[in-house]
């Protein structure tokens, strides 16, 4: 039923949500906070129950310690549609239906999905049946994608010959009003597959990915990172047994490509970083190898992981870091489409930032980083002895010249652009 009190705008964000450990769960917060500055009066982020969630087995944080949305924006987490008798799709047709009910409700929508697979399927799906209701429908759709769409979806359909797979989620993507991706890089990534499948197939997909797709880069609450309060920052890492400028962090899904491996190695071989302590903040399923692998290090008494960390510690702890690292690699399962913790780090003013020259890193940082090879521990050793041997001047000018870099990452600069790339007008308010 048609509510007497309808909203005028509405912005639906179809994302994996918190309590996912997820640079994109945090990106869908931002945008769904730009929208309320931008004049919607109706913000919804729908995503997956959460014994759904626990179930996957991805790495979540602490359920008692997630950030709390403005007023505005509501949460939906739809209930699975049928019973044991349906072995699959229970919850993506629960998903689904709600999008059906919020597109044909008359409320002018702008529904955005992050990760094609299987997000933007939901969000294609819906609006086929919507108009199939001969309902009104006024939505404009934009489609997000991220790094595992490519890497663990398109890579491996295209891999194994799976055609129908891959065509799927290509032509779902290309049915949206709005075709972006978070990267430079990830396009490039797109229509590789994209044109791989059409030798093999006789598909016309890398063309119109390459015409259509354009960037839009992860949308970053700059002020949450630059505006720290250092009393805050300095009970934050007290409370965390933590020395201001004493330790070398590295934030990030535990999982091979990130690198920490090579991190923990090449930590312990840096001779500048041997009164430091290498601080690894993070969950997932990598944990425990790498917890084996700080162990058997020459440095283990050094080496914290800190597996419980929250949205609001998080930018405290960068701040007070002597430097930062993000050693990723390109493994098949993966490859750093962005960097979104890069970039934060930056904002926050904590140590110079270390990283690899991989997939979309380098979009992240620009020229303000130390870059070395991936899989490369001895090259990581040298780069912290650098780092760490700054003199205070010269760690003061990286670190403004690093945060007026990564500025551009604002989420109301990053969703303006959004909405005028799809033809919508959007309010000149502050952030």
Request: charged share 20%.
């Amino acid at each position: 039923m048609v509510s007497s009190t309808l909203p005028t705008r509405r912005l639906v964000i179809v994302v994996r949500a918190d309590p996912v450990i997820c640079g994109h769960s945090v990106e869908a917060r931002n945008l769904a906070e730009a929208a309320l500055l931008r004049g919607f009066d109706d913000v919804r982020i729908l995503t997956w129950p959460i014994g759904l969630l626990e179930a996957t087995g991805l790495p979540l944080k602490p359920a008692d310690r997630i950030l709390g949305y403005s007023h505005g924006i509501t949460v939906e987490r739809p209930e699975p549609v049928g019973d044991y008798k349906i072995p699959d799709g229970r919850h993506l047709t629960a998903l689904t239906g709600r999008l059906v009910e919020l597109f044909t409700d008359g409320v002018p929508t702008v529904a955005m999905s992050l990760y094609l697979m299987p997000h933007t399927l939901a969000v294609a799906d819906a609006l086929t049946t919507a108009r199939a209701t001969g309902l009104p429908v006024n939505v404009t759709t934009i489609a997000e994608a991220v790094g595992s769409d490519i890497t663990n979806v398109v890579r491996a359909a295209v891999a194994a010959d799976d055609f129908g797979a891959a065509a799927r989620l290509l032509s779902a993507y290309l049915s949206q009003d709005q075709c972006v991706a978070v990267s430079r890089y990830t396009i490039e990534a797109i229509v590789e597959a994209a044109a791989e499948l059409d030798i093999r197939h006789g598909t016309r997909f890398a063309a119109a990915c390459r015409q259509r797709v354009g960037v839009s880069y992860p949308a970053i609450d700059t002020a949450a990172w630059t505006t720290l309060d250092p009393a805050e920052t300095a009970r934050v890492l007290d409370a965390r047994g933590l020395e201001p400028g004493g330790y070398v962090l590295s934030l990030s899904r535990l999982m091979p490509a990130k690198g920490i491996d090579d991190l923990i190695a090449g930590f312990a071989a840096s001779r500048a970083a041997a009164g430091t302590r290498l601080v690894v903040v993070g969950r997932g399923p990598g944990e425990e190898q790498l917890r084996a692998v700080a162990a058997a290090s020459p440095a283990a008494e050094r080496i914290t992981f800190l597996t419980d960390v929250d949205d609001a510690e998080k930018p405290h702890i960068m701040a007070g870091s002597a430097a930062y690292v993000l050693a990723t690699k390109p493994l098949p399962e993966f490859v750093e489409t962005f960097g979104i913790t890069l970039a934060e780090s930056m904002l926050a003013g904590g140590g110079p930032v270390i990283t690899t020259d991989v997939g979309g890193t380098l979009e992240a940082v620009g020229d303000t980083a130390l870059v070395v090879p991936p899989g490369d521990p001895a090259a990581i050793a040298r780069a912290l002895d650098a780092a760490l041997t700054l003199t205070g001047r010269e760690r003061a000018e990286r670190a403004a010249r690093a945060r007026g870099y990564a500025l551009r990452f604002g989420r109301m600069r990053v969703f303006d652009a959004l909405m005028t790339r799809a033809g919508l007008a959007v309010r000149a308010m502050s952030a």
